[in-house]
């Protein structure tokens, strides 16, 4: 660092010593000579902090990182699950300082003020309609303001918010411009100030807190079961189903952990969807134990309600949408796939992979003469002995193999597709080889397209 080490963080016994955050590590060592420190790590601190504020998200979906050291809740409609303001403040700050944090926590009507209120005031709960008296006696640092506008401010007298706010707001503007009006109406909640959280929201979710943590996977097997059995009433009321699911576990030692799982089509069926996370749940880790649930669904669809047969079960998926998503889970969504028809004569321009549920395309599958299962990437050149020029094959070797042909079956003449660009000038000329073995090829040979005689041989598939 230019000017040599200084301190980026430090503890209450430093503080105690004289020591603060930016102090040169010389002189730091000449108050403190026994001082130990460590080289600071500001990737790894981030990450923490954003581990930490998904922890958070326990108490509020509304969770997000606010500079290098701290973190902001939004919990406007969700206090009176946890016993007020005043009851989830000491929870937060509870927990916090059990995981080994030294914490300052401030609830207040905006954001700004919250922020202000827990690094220059008081901290604590501040009433509703407070922070107009409680702000005014506060440093005008505690407006989130530019180091530079805060020295211009304090070198003008201008110490506190009060005398900050007292001065004609279209001067503020003038001489200083939009930051310093800006900073005040947010602290004083007359403009917006949106909190962006770190995890995307969802209008269906579901959320369990435990009154003991569970570790067993049979218990959070039954908690997700309870999750869904609740979100799928609001579904059903909605006509909705969801199309991906996202649980996040909460571990009392401050960390989370995410299993998601999608659907081939949308489903609000307790049972099919609790089946859904067996092939995630393999990686489960409890940790020392599970202390907060929370559901939800991240993408949903419309799912009317449908007539269905009487011999169906009633909220039962169809068999194959259900292996679907199953080896969804299993391999992954770019895995099952299926294939699809394409307008081509080419065997291989002639079918594309699509999603396994994909909505048909408008081309349909041409079957002029029977199509081996299995196509070669790319055909392979092949040595084949002929009687004559335009006889059908005797023989061929292919990857050192040496075949004698029992039965052949051909030609088909396939044309070059004079609409694609660029186009080979060749046509091919397919036949179907049996040898003695009873294996069975797709074999064509290459016709030159000036003269027309045969150019090379190729195998292209193979027959089950």
């Known amino acids: 660092m ?76 969700c206090a009176h699950l946890f016993g007020g303001e005043a009851a989830l403040h000491d929870q937060i700050a509870d927990r916090l300082r059990r995981l080994g944090f030294t914490v300052r926590i401030a609830l207040a009507d905006t954001p700004a003020a919250a922020w202000a209120w827990a690094r220059y005031g008081a901290g604590g709960v501040l009433a509703p309609g407070a922070q107009t008296t409680a702000l005014g006696l506060l440093p005008v640092a505690a407006l989130r303001l530019p180091a530079a506008l805060t020295g211009k401010l304090e070198r003008l007298g201008v110490r506190t918010i009060a005398e900050l706010a007292g001065l004609p707001r279209a001067a503020l503007t003038r001489r200083f411009g939009k930051t310093l009006p800006m900073r005040l109406d947010q602290a004083f909640g007359r403009g917006p100030e949106p909190i962006g959280p770190r995890s995307p929201l969802t209008d269906w979710s579901r959320r369990r807190s435990l009154a003991e943590p569970i570790a067993r996977r049979e218990d959070v097997e039954a908690g997700l079961r309870l999750l869904l059995d609740d979100l799928a009433v609001g579904l059903s009321h909605a006509h909705r189903g969801v199309r991906q699911l996202v649980l996040r576990l909460y571990r009392v030692d401050g960390s989370t952990q995410d299993f998601a799982v999608g659907t081939a089509r949308p489903s609000r069926d307790p049972r099919y969807l609790c089946r859904l996370f067996a092939e995630p749940f393999g990686r489960l880790d409890t940790g020392f134990g599970i202390e907060a649930m929370v559901l939800g669904a991240t993408v949903t669809e419309p799912l009317p309600p449908r007539q269905r047969d009487w011999q169906v079960v009633e909220g039962e998926p169809d068999a194959l949408i259900g292996l679907i998503d199953r080896l969804r889970q299993r391999l992954g969504t770019a895995a099952v796939v299926r294939p699809s028809p394409v307008e081509s004569h080419w065997p291989e321009h002639a079918a594309v992979t699509v999603p396994a549920l994909a909505p048909p395309g408008r081309s349909v599958w041409q079957t002029p003469s029977p199509r081996p299962i299995r196509l070669l990437p790319v055909p392979e050149p092949v040595e084949v002995t002929v009687a004559a020029p335009d006889d059908p094959p005797l023989a061929f070797r292919w990857r050192h193999l040496d075949c004698r042909i029992a039965r052949c079956e051909g030609p088909e003449r396939i044309a070059p597709e004079w609409w694609r660009a660029p186009v080979a000038s060749h046509g091919r000329e397919y036949w179907r080889i049996e040898d003695e073995q009873g294996r069975r090829y797709w074999l064509f040979r290459v016709f030159d397209g000036p003269s027309g005689q045969p150019a090379a041989w190729y195998l292209h598939g193979l027959f089950p």
């Open 2 to 77: 230019k000017g040599g080490l200084r301190l980026t963080g430090i503890d209450a016994a430093a503080a105690v010593e004289g020591l603060r955050p930016g102090m040169p590590l010389a002189d730091a060592r000449a108050l403190m000579p026994h001082l130990a420190v460590a080289a600071a790590e500001p990737e790894a601190d981030a990450a923490s902090l954003g581990c930490l504020a998904d922890w958070c998200g326990r108490w509020t979906p509304w969770a997000a990182t606010d500079g290098a050291d701290g973190i902001t809740l939004d919990i406007s409609g």
